[in-house]
């Protein structure tokens, strides 16, 4: 597993456009349906895969901004390597995972 890096994101309802029964929250690492905390990337702390190394790199820019983080959840999202067999590539599934707030 390749660390790609951290996120301060919300965890969103279902919007009813995507009609998925029995899906009641979503966690997801884009800005789509959970937008980002902030407009960090003007700040240029996040690494090459547009996030953070470390969850104490982002809050220490919103606590320079004075943003209150206490709605949002700490997610790490991770690379796999994954060899296909039948196209002969290799290719990389991310995973995002949820890490409680501290």
Request: charged share 20%.
């Amino acid at each position: 597993m390749i660390a790609a890096g951290y996120m301060a994101k919300t965890i969103s309802k279902t919007p009813d456009w995507l009609n998925v029964p029995g899906v009641s929250d979503i966690y997801s690492l884009s800005n789509f349906i959970s937008p980002a905390f902030c407009d960090y990337i003007r700040h240029w702390k996040h690494n090459g895969y547009w996030l953070f190394n470390s969850p104490s790199a982002f809050r220490e820019l919103a606590a320079a901004d004075r943003l209150d983080l206490s709605n949002y959840a700490c997610f790490i999202t991770r690379f796999t390597t994954i060899n296909d067999e039948h196209l002969g590539d290799t290719e990389h599934q991310s995973k995002t995972l949820l890490r409680r707030r501290q």
